[in-house]
């Protein structure tokens, strides 16, 4: 398996972990109206938004996700990943190497109190999944302390499961 292909499967699998807890959440009130819940969401498909804008040369928003609801965020999370996937399938194995400048950069050098290293639009793309992997663990968390049994989300289960496309809650 090559890094991009790798890179893909990382990205099919986030969008199969993100819409099967975005349809565990839209089926209970509960949890879809919990304040935790949907900072959380916005959060990370927020994030989400960013990179893929970043990594185009598009002008991003950091409240692009502000305010929405449920419904409102399954529907930026669905265009932030078939938006992810067509980025993935224009890229070469050369691009992977090539130093992404985060606009962010600057304000993570004075929170962290070191001058932050240079990043390969590879180690960005690692980065998403994995931020957002850490964001549905507290969804999770989260659910379980609501009394719903979270889904099992591992990378591993997708490919148990023949590595199934996303299954995204209906917009209504």
Same mark, same amino acid.
């Given at each position: 398996?090559?890094? !991009? +292909? ?5 990205? $099919?699998?986030? #969008?199969?972990?993100? /819409?099967?807890? !975005? ?5 209970r009130?509960? #949890?879809? &109206? ?7 969401? $916005? ?5 989400q +938004? ?13 409240c692009? =996700? ?7 965020? %399954?529907?930026?999370? &669905?265009?932030?990943?078939?938006? +992810?996937?067509?980025?993935?399938? +224009? ?9 992404? $400048? !985060?606009?962010?950069?600057?304000? %993570? ?8 290293? %240079? ?7 690692? @980065? ?7 964001? &549905?663990? @507290?969804?999770? /968390? $989260? ?22 496309? =996303? ?6």
């Amino acid at each position: 398996m090559n890094t !991009l +292909s790798l890179l893909t499967d990382m990205f $099919r699998h986030m #969008a199969w972990a993100d /819409a099967l807890v !975005l349809s565990m959440i839209s089926d209970r009130p509960v #949890a879809e &109206r919990d304040g935790y819940i949907l900072d959380k969401l $916005r959060h990370l498909h927020m994030v989400q +938004s960013v990179f893929l804008d970043v990594w185009c040369g598009e002008t991003f928003d950091p409240c692009v =996700a502000d305010g929405l609801d449920l419904r409102a965020l %399954a529907g930026l999370a &669905r265009e932030v990943h078939a938006g +992810s996937m067509r980025f993935l399938e +224009s890229l070469t194995p050369e691009a992977l190497e090539r130093v992404v $400048r !985060l606009p962010w950069s600057k304000m %993570a050098t004075a929170k962290l109190g070191f001058e932050v290293a %240079a990043h390969t639009l590879a180690e960005t793309l690692v @980065q998403v999944p994995e931020h957002s992997a850490y964001h &549905r663990g @507290q969804l999770c /968390a $989260r659910l379980r302390e609501l009394g719903v049994d979270p889904p099992m989300t591992d990378y591993i289960a997708w490919v148990w499961r023949h590595k199934p496309d =996303a299954a995204w809650p209906e917009s209504k």
